[in-house]
């Protein structure tokens, strides 16, 4: 584990942001096709190798100021959900979302295997099964970078974009420049973008947890 310096700031919102700008961005939400419990057998799809059975409360799409919104929510589980994607990710180097954390789970902290749960995660898989992981953690500060022991087949490395409660509730809009991360972590140039996940963890504290995700996609610099 270590720690480096936390991205700078970003815009706070009292209301939903616009979608993703710029040159041929690629957007990746697709709530506006979903009413209600979202599809999972369509775009997006539960991670394989997920937990059987049903969730206590399965992803949902609501209307949140007039726009559709995903709606994640844990107790005592977790929830994980993908879409499978062909992005070039020299041409589209940044990835940037909307997300709103209503409740953390209590004592999660990403440094620890055993409290290793987030309201939030953001997940890119790139070709080669390695994966670059933004996370709202509830105790672990931002700029905190965890690679943990290979999980097999898949590498992934953990980043903290956002900690504690200080910014829950509020909509906030998050750049990271996922090529260049991919770059510092890996030590090697990334392959192709091969899916976006997006996760909430409760078990391991055997708490519970609450993130709403607004758009999400892909632009160039």
Do not use: C
């Not at 909307?98 to 209590?106: A, N, S, T």
């Not at 931002?142 to 290979?150: D, F, K, L, N």
């Amino acid at each position: 584990m270590m720690i480096i310096r936390a991205a700078p700031a970003v815009a706070l919102t009292l209301g939903l942001l616009a979608a993703p700008r710029g040159a041929s961005a690629q957007r990746i939400d697709t709530w506006a096709a979903h009413t209600g419990l979202l599809d999972l057998s369509r775009d997006w799809q539960r991670y394989p190798g997920s937990s059987p059975g049903p969730l206590k409360t399965p992803p949902i799409v609501i209307m949140e100021q007039g726009r559709p919104v995903l709606r994640l929510e844990t107790d005592h589980e977790s929830v994980a959900i993908w879409r499978p994607v062909q992005i070039d990710s020299a041409a589209a180097r940044r990835l940037a979302w909307e997300w709103r954390v209503l409740k953390l789970p209590e004592g999660g902290d990403v440094r620890v295997p055993t409290r290793n749960d987030q309201a939030a995660r953001v997940m890119v898989l790139f070709e080669g099964m390695k994966a670059i992981i933004n996370v709202w953690d509830t105790t672990a500060p931002a700029g905190t970078v965890v690679r943990p022991e290979t999980f097999e087949p898949l590498d992934r490395v953990f980043m903290v974009i956002r900690s504690g409660r200080s910014l829950a509730g509020h909509w906030l809009r998050e750049r990271r420049e996922v090529y260049q991360d991919y770059r510092r972590q890996f030590g090697e140039t990334p392959r192709r973008v091969k899916a976006v996940g997006l996760e909430s963890h409760s078990d391991d504290v055997a708490g519970q947890s609450k993130v709403e995700f607004g758009a999400i996609g892909f632009e160039r610099q």
